[in-house]
């Protein structure tokens, strides 16, 4: 049997839902059993091995994977010295970046940063805490968590440094955010030896190509339509294009093909517009990939 060409890191937990799903849309099938830590995909060239995102970066670091999907925050977390091929803007919610927040009950008289002098702090993030706190001048507690971290204050922590999208798990812990720690998001990493290997490298690259693709098409569909030449120039100024629109000759000289891709949320509101200034034959398709 030929050894994989990638050691491959897809993140248990939160991430592994959406990362299978984001790898299906580019073209690869990752199957994940429950009862085993190696998925299985359909490209001779990846061997994948499922493990936690808070891991991943040590591992590629290491070369015991050459590359792996992880946040942001937990690179800097473990310090792990690694080669970012790129941003991967999507999470297990929405496409908006993670926040790591310094939160206190609701009834706290802590107000900022520097009201932590001395109190204990719990996170699962001692390190992103730990350089939180340095930056402000700041010297606190800082106590690895194991998890359940929004229900310590007050009895086992004066405060916490949580991981959040929405917000809607702190205040339901009657939970406020002090201030902001860092954001992040999720990113496509690679062990440095590894990226240099020219073949290595072109297959990480070349699935980098496609994963951002698909994160690229979303909320987009493509509109084509007939129109009338003498109302061409109309039908463009209503077109809010992601490229110059592409216009194509038809069989009647009087008439042009229109194609162009917009976001999906402003269809609803420009086709009854196209449709009055002339436009026919309207059609609205879906768009899986945007290769720039």
Known sequence: MTEPLIKLGIPAGSLKDSTQALFKRAGYNISISSRSYFPTVDDDQIECLLIRAQEMSRYVEEGILDAGITGH?????????????????????????????????????????????????????????????????????????????????????????????????????????????????????????????????????????????????????????????????????????LQTPTVSSLSDPDWVDVNTIVDESVVRSIVPKLKQAGARGIVEYGINKIID
């Open 73 to 241: 925050d937990w690179v800097v977390e473990t310090g792990a010295d690694v080669h970012e091929i790129c941003e991967l803007v999507f999470s297990k919610v929405s496409r908006r970046p993670v926040r790591w927040v310094l939160c206190v009950p609701e009834d706290s008289d802590v107000k900022t940063v520097k009201d932590l002098e001395g109190k204990r702090i719990a996170t699962e993030a001692v390190g992103l805490t730990q350089q939180f706190l340095e930056k402000n001048g700041v010297k606190a507690k800082v106590e690895f968590s194991w998890g359940a971290t929004e229900v310590k204050p007050p009895r086992l922590a004066d405060a916490i440094v949580e991981v959040t999208e929405t917000g809607s798990s702190l205040r339901a812990n009657n939970l406020r955010i002090v201030e902001e720690v860092m954001q992040s998001t999720t990113r496509f990493i690679a062990n440095k030896e590894s990226f240099k290997d020219s073949a290595k490298r072109e297959k990480l690259e070349n699935i980098a190509l496609m994963l951002q693709a698909c994160l690229a098409a979303e909320g987009k569909v493509g509109l084509m339509m007939n129109i009338r030449r003498d109302s061409l120039e109309e039908i463009l100024s209503l077109l809010p294009a």
